[in-house]
């Protein structure tokens, strides 16, 4: 490892928060106003958290589908070529 370590400036973290800021929905939903990073940090933890509970949650929806659905039926095709999408 090198001995010396790159540098973040105060203005690039600045400019990444309000990035990371502008793609929370709850943050674009009150517009413009500033919070503090380690409130945006939380919230894109919280975000990212409850993104994955969907996906397992959408996950097993499609896998209960799956299981009832004729694998040869045209609805089964038509879920596999969203897939290949």
Avoid: W
């Avoid at 400019?15 to 409130?39: D, Y």
């Amino acid at each position: 490892m090198s001995s010396r370590r790159s540098r973040i400036s105060e203005e690039e973290i600045t400019e990444l928060i309000s990035k990371l800021q502008s793609l929370l929905p709850e943050t674009r939903s009150r517009g413009a106003s500033r919070a503090s990073a380690a409130k945006v940090l939380k919230e894109t933890c919280n975000y990212i958290k409850s993104l994955h509970r969907e996906v397992d949650d959408l996950s097993d929806r499609l896998s209960e589908l799956m299981a009832t659905m004729d694998v040869d039926s045209a609805q089964a095709e038509i879920v596999r070529s969203l897939f290949r999408s």
